[in-house]
DNA sequence: TTGTACGCGTTATCAC
DNA sequence: GTGATAACGCGTACAA
């Protein structure tokens, strides 16, 4: 550790040019010198300062990724994507978790203006002057790029997740179909029930409610929904954990999930599949939005032309929340 | 982006020099001089070069946290105390999944040599040979040190929380106890059961098994326990995916946690407290893990003298799953 | 094939 | 109080 290019430049016996072009591979340096140098570097365990390289070449090895909660189970499996890919690049991945705080996300943003990183992969929303400054080097993934801003967005299609559950609960036969869900104003709260409505019959769809998207409010919403005069004996919940909720407001109505009601979740968060009847849901492609969305970065960065906007594919995953069992296995419909 | 220092030097009319000694806050600068630096430097989106200023100083603004695996709910929670304890201190936390691969490990002790990072916070267990290359900028999170190798250690006290569930369990009267483990090599399970034996008496401890850390380990394990003549009125599980899992084999044996067999998991991960029946378990100060081992890490970078090695303290978090059952709420015992 | 010279953006050490 | 100037470690034209 501390060692330069020009203290190996010094044994071997030859200038720090020389050194540094045999390093990196670069023509001109005869064979034996190459070797030499080769050797020297490995011995005394030599490796190119990150700093120095980035000040001449302009090119930083960092990337940051943002994200609203990192122990939210959704995100680690996006960072481990991004973080792969990036490897793939030579690049290493910053994390910054905002904890939903405003003044952290700017942080992230000084990140990129300091250029301590390349490019930021934003899996939270962004206010509309912020991109200004950031143009070519932020890409988001899973939500909304800024109004009018042309920054790439790399997400997952709720709406054809809305229909892969339609799909799945029309077939089931089912007579009333409610729909709870977290905060109105979000797109993929309206998405999904969008894809919903598009593949199952007008009247079968019953009650459709609001709230947050936590258990506690999925146990609400589902409360009420048990408690009113005509219970529906179907549920598609707009995450998983709503979808717990729910299933625990049936166990205290005393109905049983799979057999009184059908239940479907979304997200495949790992709790889905471990829940007392192993929940039927919607799994995003967590690993590959990560992937992507690093990809799409990087690309841009290298000014290549940027790639469209990238919309991945969801896929429904039953257990045995909608009655249909194959014991604890997990069937997968693509 | 891209304004330096010389720029801002030359519209203000002064040099580099003075522009650097204003926004660094050194004396020897007029106010008004310095009044005007400093608004057009605002003006302008000044933000100094990280890489450049890492060059002069030796000092770089980042950290890494090296995890085996973060989709693992227990590091997500880690990462984030470690990351506010770094941004506190001006550092950015690097985020390296080693997905139990050795050259990945390898990788992130790169990290250190081509000074991308001025330390490593390590979560996941390090060879001796590799502990020279690193003297003084690694710290160890919840994993023994290489022997022999003087890497400060931050770790939580498995045996602690050992003796919390057996005093737990002691007082619940009941008449045998199973525990249910990881691989018998693991420190944390050893030391577990040996927290375990401190409180209770001899004769209530019946058969000791081993498996993995997984949900299937713990079915098997579960569904050998209630297959004997002899079934345990209680477990105690040495993480909370094995307790699932033996959850699990408690239900298909017609068995009802809580009532006719009494469980404690370890970890608490969010899994714990929705399960069926909420799980009593151990609760982990992950936050606080990740938060001292970057502040432990960071003050032996800066020369500090290295604090003692930390063993934080668990904590049992009481819900349903032995009996004792304030509804869903949740009760924590300091 | 190899060496010299310069610049990347910043801080630090001198003078003045 | 302020300004040259020299580093920091590396890559790269250009000259030899």
Request: hydrophobic content about 45%; proline content about 7%; some cysteine.
């Amino acid at each position: 550790m501390g060692v330069t290019i020009k203290q190996i430049a010094e044994t071997v016996g030859v200038s720090a040019a020389t050194v540094s072009r045999a390093l990196n591979g670069l023509p001109g340096v005869g064979p034996r010198v190459r070797k030499r140098i080769a050797s020297e570097a490995a011995r005394r365990g030599y490796s190119p300062d990150a700093h120095a390289r980035a000040l001449v070449t302009g090119r930083v090895p960092f990337l940051a990724l943002v994200v609203p909660d990192i122990t939210n189970p959704f995100f680690p499996a996006v960072a481990r994507g991004a973080e792969e890919e990036a490897a793939l690049r030579g690049c290493s991945l910053l994390l910054v978790d905002t904890g939903d705080r405003p003044e952290r996300l700017e942080h992230a943003l000084d990140l990129l203006s300091s250029r301590r990183v390349a490019g930021l992969v934003l899996a939270v929303p962004a206010a509309n002057g912020q991109a200004a400054r950031i143009a070519g080097r932020v890409v988001m993934a899973g939500v909304d790029a800024p109004p009018r801003s042309r920054v790439p967005v790399v997400g997952v299609d709720d709406r054809l997740g809305g229909r892969l559950v339609g799909r799945h609960l029309a077939a089931l036969g089912r007579r009333s179909l409610a729909f709870v869900s977290g905060p109105a104003r979000d797109r993929s709260s309206r998405l999904r029930l969008a894809g919903l409505r598009d593949e199952i019959p007008r009247d079968l769809l019953g009650p459709v409610s609001h709230g947050r998207w936590t258990v506690e409010s999925g146990r609400e919403q589902g409360r009420a929904l048990f408690r009113s005069s005509s219970p529906p004996d179907a549920i598609f919940a707009a995450n998983d954990l709503l979808a717990i909720g729910v299933a625990q407001a049936a166990s205290d109505a005393g109905l049983a999930v799979g057999r009184d009601v059908a239940l479907v979740g979304y997200d495949d968060v790992e709790v889905a599949g471990l829940a007392s009847v192993p929940l039927t849901t919607v799994s995003q492609p967590k690993l590959e939005l990560g992937r992507v969305a690093a990809r799409t970065l990087l690309d841009a960065i290298d000014g290549l032309d940027t790639p469209l906007p990238a919309l991945l594919e969801p896929r429904l995953v039953v257990r045995r929340s909608c009655g249909s069992a194959p014991d604890f296995a997990t069937r997968e419909v693509p």
